[in-house]
């Protein structure tokens, strides 16, 4: 980048590297061609593709709330960061299995394969995600502070600006090169706000069919019905023909 004097401007923060350098990157992108591939083409991979999705994004959201809790996190990293990590959530990230190959060779029955401890962490691990990007374009993006105790004590919640005043204007990318905070930053405030009640009401629909399975199960050990399964079964509602 130069400025309109003509000599080179570094944007690159100190931490750039540890968060999104060219390594972590291509195994973030190799990740979602690999996920691809399984969901695409190879339905006996698809878990271990969902575990490796669910890995590398927990990674991201414990960079994201350590570093910005203490002030480590600038809004280039956090704008770069909240980027890689809707690439897995709005990319490869399968919460119920629906873009996988199991629903075209199983039907219905492919929600046999989800619902379970997996299911669960990617749900909680996307909603964290969410939430983040909720506060992070709300607040962080402006430069705003929220206030998490007197300074003596806590100090604030915040992403520092950039490092250089000549880079404090943050730009990002929508069929175009615009900034950070401008509209597209309501934008993403809808998005993230939609992607919160969608996965909270996910969790939570889950969490009391998990509740139901638990009572299912102690229903059958006490009636000594061994064989029963306590397996809740679901419909999807695509391909269902009964």
């Known amino acids: 980048m130069e400025n309109n004097q003509g000599y080179a401007l570094s944007c690159q923060t100190a931490r750039a590297s540890d968060y999104y350098g060219l390594g972590v990157r291509l195994g973030i992108y190799f990740t979602w061609l690999q996920t691809w591939i399984a969901n ?44 890689l990590s809707g690439g897995f959530i709005f990319g490869t990230f399968s919460i119920w299995g629906y873009r996988t190959r199991q629903y075209i060779e199983s039907g219905p029955k492919a929600i046999r394969f989800f619902g379970g401890f997996g299911t669960h962490s990617r749900l909680i691990v996307s909603l964290a995600v969410s939430v983040y990007g909720l506060w992070y374009w709300l607040y962080a993006v402006t430069g705003g502070l929220i206030a998490m105790g007197s300074k003596e004590e806590v ?27 401008g509209g597209i930053r309501t934008f993403y405030i809808v998005v993230c706000t939609g992607c919160c009640f969608y996965f909270g009401t996910m969790l939570l629909a889950s969490s009391i069919a998990g509740w139901a399975r638990v009572n299912k199960m102690l229903e059958l050990f006490k009636q000594q019905r061994w064989a029963d399964t306590s397996r809740l079964r679901f419909a999807t509602g695509f391909n269902y023909r009964e």
């Open 40 to 83: 695409t083409f190879l339905s006996s991979e698809i878990s271990g593709a969902a575990d490796t999705n669910t890995i590398f994004l927990l990674v991201l959201l414990i960079a994201m709330i350590k570093c910005s809790s203490t002030n480590m996190l600038e809004q280039i990293d956090g704008l770069i960061l909240m980027h």
């Open 155 to 181: 100090g604030e919640l915040a992403v520092m600006p950039l490092n250089s005043p000549n880079c404090q204007t943050l730009f990002t990318f929508m069929f175009g090169k615009v900034r950070a905070d």
